[in-house]
C-alpha cells in the first residue's frame, strides 16, 4: 500500500510518499520558521496564506520525487488534527479536492498518532537511516514538541489503542525553549539554538527550582521554569557575556531535560513497559537524546530515538499513520472535519477516568 | 469547454458547472462556516444534474476574493486539489469581478461591485461596463465608501451586491454576493496561470516585537 501524506497543522507544509510497513519514498517539507522568525512565533494568518502558496508545488515535488502517478498510489491521508484551525483547512481541503478528483480514499489522521508512528519510519531510501530496532508494543511515547508535551501509553498506532497518562500543565516544552529565547534576544525558534549554547555552558553555574518536582506525578509544568528565568534577567539584566550566557541557558535545558526525562522513565517503570520512543521536535536535542541512551542503558530500557527528520513535522508520519485506518477501509471523502483539539483519550487530571479531548 | 468553478469568498458558498457560454448546473449553500463540510456535497450534486464525470472537465475556475481569509482558502485548496488531482488548468477570478458582472440591466456605467469586509469596511472593486476590472479591489470604510468610489469612477456607478445598503447606496439588480456561476464564465475567458494568489487586500494582523536581537544567534 502507497500513501500520499498531507501535514500543514502549524508551520511547515509538507508532503510524502510512505510504502506500507514505513518505508518512506519521498518526504518534501517547506519550512516557515523564516517567515515567521521576525515575530518570534507562529502568526497563524501568515501560516495559513503560506500553506496555500506551497501545497501544491509540495505534493507535486513529492510525487515527482517518488517517481509515482496519483493512479499508482492507495490512498490520501492528512493531519486533522490538532493544529492551527485555518492552517489545518488548507491541508485538508487540498487534500479533499484531490481525493475527488482522483477517486482514491482520504482519511483524516490525528497528529499526535503521526509522531508517535514516526519512530517505524525507514529514510534508507531517501538518504537517511532505517530504524535500528523498530519498538515493541507496548511502548511508553514521549511527544515534546512546540505544541505538546505529553506521556502515552501506546498500545496500538491508533487513537483506539493510545492513552495520555501525563502531559503539561501549561507550556510545551518546545515552547518554553521558544519563550525562553526570546526573552535572551535568541530569536525563533529557541530550541536549536539553547542546545548548542547550553552544550558549552555549565548548568550548576546558576540555579534554577525543579518544575513538578513531586516523584509520583507525569504532569509537566515548564511556565515556571520560564518565569524564574525571566525574573534572573530582572535581576541581573540580558548576558552581557557569553559565558553566562551559555551556562544559563545550560542549566534552563538541564531542567527541562530532567523533567521530560525523568517522567518519561517513572511511566514506563509504573506501566512495566520496557520500550520507551521519543517523538517531537524537542526529541531533536542533543542533550535529551544522550542523557536518555545513557538512562536507558542503566535501566535496561529499550529506547527508540528516530532520526531529526522523524521528530520535527513532517508528512511521512502522517502518511504512515494512515496506513491501518486505509487498510480496514475508512474513507472520510466528504465529511472530514478538523479539530484544534487531540483525538487521543486523556487520563483526567484526578487520574479518575478517561475523557476525549 | 467544461468548466468547473467554485466560489467560498463569502458566506454563500457555491459550485458552478459552465459550457459553451452557458450555466450548465449550480448549487450552493449558506451555512455559516461550513464550506469545508459542504463543497464536496455541492459538487457531487452539480456533477449529477449534469450528468458529467470528472474525467470530461476542461478547466477549474476558483473565486480569489476579496472575502473572509479562511472561506477563500477553503475554496481555493478544494480548487487546487481537484486542478492538481486531473492536471487541470486552474484559473483564479476575482470575486468582486465576478459580481459586477452578475448585474441584470447593461447601461454603459462603471460599476462598484461590494461586499462586507466586516469591522466597519466594505471590500470594492469597480469595473467598466465591458466587464473590464478599472482598479485593483480595495478597502473602504462605509462611511465616504459610496463618495470615494463615485470619485474614482468619475461618475455614479452602478453598485452591485448586498453590501451597497452598507454604504448608503441603491443597489442595482443582480446578485447579493459573488456567485460561482459568474466565476465559472469569466475561468471560461481568462488565461490560465501557473499559481493562484487570493485577493486578500487587508495585510495579516501580526506586530514585530521590539526586542533587539542577541549577536550570539547568529
Ligand atoms: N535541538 C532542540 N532542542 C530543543 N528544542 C528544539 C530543538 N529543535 C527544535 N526544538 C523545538 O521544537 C519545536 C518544534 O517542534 P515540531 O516541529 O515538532 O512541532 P511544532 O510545530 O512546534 O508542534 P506540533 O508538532 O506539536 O504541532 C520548537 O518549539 C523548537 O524550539
Redesign the pocket.
Known sequence: MRVLGIET????TAAAVVAGAGLVLSNVIHSQVALHAAYGG?VPELASRDHLRHGVPVVREALARAGLSFAELDGIAVTCR??LAGALLVGTQLAHGLAWATGLPLVGVD??VG?LSAAYLDFSQVGGRAPERAPELPFIGL??????TSIYRVDSLEPEGTREIGGTRDD????A??KV?KLLGLG?????V???LAAEGDARAISLAKPMPQRASLEFSFSGLKTQVARWVDEHGRPGDDATLRDLCAAF?AR?VDSLLSKTFRAAQREQVSCVVL??????????RSRAERLARERGVHLTLPPLEA???NAAMIALAGVAPLRRGEDHRGALQVSTQSSLPRVTRKGRGIRRG | MRVLAIETATQLGSVALWESGQLVASAEHQIPNAHGDQLWRLLERCLAEAGWQRGQLDRIGVGLGPGSFTGLRVGIAFAQGIALGLSLPLVGVGSLQALALSLSEHPEVPRAALVDARRGEVFAQLVSAAGEPLAAPLAAPYEGARQRLTELAGTEPLWVGEAASLIGALRAPGRALPHAAEVASLAAQLPAASAVEPQYVRPADAVKPALPSSPLCE
Do not use: K
Open positions: 497543522s502549524c508551520d511547515e507562529v490538532p493544529g497528529h499526535l509522531h511527544i515534546a514538541s512546540g505544541g505538546h510545551a516544552a518546545g515552547e525553549y521558544d529565547a525563533y525558534p529557541g530550541g536549536p539553547i542546545d548548542r535545558q527541562v517523538g517531537g521536535g524537542v526529541a531533536a536535542n542533543r542533550e535529551l521528530c520535527t513535522d
